[in-house]
Structures are given as C-alpha cells and as structure tokens.
C-alpha cells in the first residue's frame, strides 16, 4: 500500500507515519526529514538549502523530487508513506509519473485536518530525539525522564531550527498559497480521504486505519 499523508506544518503527519512504519512495516519517506539530514552532512545541496528551511520557505520542486526519485529506485515491497511530499502541483504532477514509470500504484491520500491554533501549539512545544527520531512534546507528550528519550535512551534531544513563531507564519502562509491546492488536486482524482487531526493521536490513527481498509 502506498499513501500520502497531506496537511500543513505540525497536523501530525510524522507522528502517524512513524506509527504506520512500525504497525505494517511501511517506508516513510519525509522530505523534510532528508532535508533536514543532507544539511547535518553538509552536501552541496544541504548547504543550499538551509537557509530556505530556517526561513520556512518552499525548497524548489527540482531537489525534492529527485530526492524522491533516488528513494524509489532503491524499491520497497512494504509500500510507502508519502509525508511532507507532495507540496506543489508541480510535485503532484512529478510524483505520477514517477510512480506510473517504477510500476507503482498510489492507494490514497489522507489529509489531516486540525485548526492554525492548535498546530502553533503543537509546533512550539515540538522536540525530537536527535539518535532515532520520536517526536514529543512539552505538553502533550513529555519524555518520561527529563531529558532522556523513552526509545532509545538518548540524551540528544533537540528542537528544529524551523518552529518559531516567525518561519511557522511562513510556513503556514506556504502552506495555504501553495499545498492546499492539492486537496482538490487529489478530491478530484477521487483519491483524498480526510480525517479530523484534531483529535488525539490514538483516535486519528485509528481513523487512518480506517482510511487505509
Ligand atoms: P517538514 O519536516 O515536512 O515539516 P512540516 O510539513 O512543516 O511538518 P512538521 O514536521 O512540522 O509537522 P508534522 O505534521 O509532521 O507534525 P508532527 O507529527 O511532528 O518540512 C520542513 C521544511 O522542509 C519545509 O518548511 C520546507 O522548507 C522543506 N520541505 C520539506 N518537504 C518539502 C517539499 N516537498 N517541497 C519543498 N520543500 C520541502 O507533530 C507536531 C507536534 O504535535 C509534535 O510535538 C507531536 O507530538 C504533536 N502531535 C502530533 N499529533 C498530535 C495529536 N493528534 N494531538 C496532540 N499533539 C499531537
């Protein structure tokens, strides 16, 4: 099964992927989260980038396509979660064809709906483990152990250059010129299937569950 998971900056996307790798053995493939690693290797292209990232801006359709294509090549039986790609028309269109020419069937796209208040919540209390990637929460979901990730045991916990106040009103701003477009784009195709992102995290997996039978 192959799915996108659509919805603007902190709808939970990463969280829900991170479950369905775990729960059915799905490929996530975040395009912020390879972003986000060509930058601490300090390619070219990371280095180019940045910037672009901090700011809270679109990164050009050029690069996360080919960053995508270099994923499918490498193929996957298990399927994948789409998540932070596509972003543009111009992506959307791209991701077709690259799936059409690697055999491969897109099965649904689920949007994530949840309120601008509720996501500069979830985005200012965000913070990550820099050793395995769980994603937590000051709020909502605190580590256990102050400090200390309930994974993997690591210390390096961090926050994103990104969520502030100023590049998450761009990247709000990025998100309604320029992705929103897409929930028409895949209503259209008879592909999208919305659920409430606004509820906990348990219920809104359970609704993707429910999306993806
Ligand atoms: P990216 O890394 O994709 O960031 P994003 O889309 O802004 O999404 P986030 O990772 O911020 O949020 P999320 O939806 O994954 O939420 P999460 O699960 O973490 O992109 C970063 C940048 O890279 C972009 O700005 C751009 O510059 C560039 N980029 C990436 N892809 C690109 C592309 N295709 N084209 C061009 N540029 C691209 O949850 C957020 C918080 O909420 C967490 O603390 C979590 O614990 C909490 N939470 C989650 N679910 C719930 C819930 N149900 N209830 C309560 N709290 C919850």
Do not use: W
């Not at 690697?102 to 208040?117: F, Y």
């Amino acid at each position: 099964m192959n799915i996108i998971l659509l919805g603007p900056p902190g709808a939970g996307k990463g969280t829900q992927a991170r479950r369905l790798v775990e729960e059915r053995g799905m490929v996530q493939l975040s395009t912020g989260d390879m972003l986000r690693e060509a930058r601490t290797s300090g390619s070219e292209m990371g280095k180019k980038v940045a910037a672009v990232m901090d700011a809270g801006q679109l990164v050009t359709d050029e690069i996360v396509i080919g960053l995508i294509e270099e994923k499918i090549l490498e193929g996957n039986s298990a399927g994948y979660i789409f998540d932070g790609f596509p972003r543009t028309l111009g992506q959307a269109d791209a991701l077709n064809a690259l799936l059409e020419r690697n055999g491969v069937k897109l099965d649904t796209v689920v949007e994530m709906q949840v309120d601008d208040s509720a996501l500069v919540a979830r985005i200012s209390g965000r913070f990550t483990c820099g050793n395995c990637g769980e994603v937590y929460h000051d709020e909502t979901k605190p580590t256990q152990a102050d400090g200390v990730c309930d994974e993997c045991g690591s210390t390096d916990l961090k926050r994103r250059a990104d969520d502030n106040a100023e590049s998450l009103k761009t990247r709000l701003m990025e998100y309604y010129k320029k992705t929103s477009a897409l929930v028409g784009y895949y209503y259209a195709r008879g592909e999208l299937q919305s659920v409430d992102g606004l509820q906990g995290v348990e219920e809104v997996a359970a609704d993707i569950s429910k999306a993806l039978a």
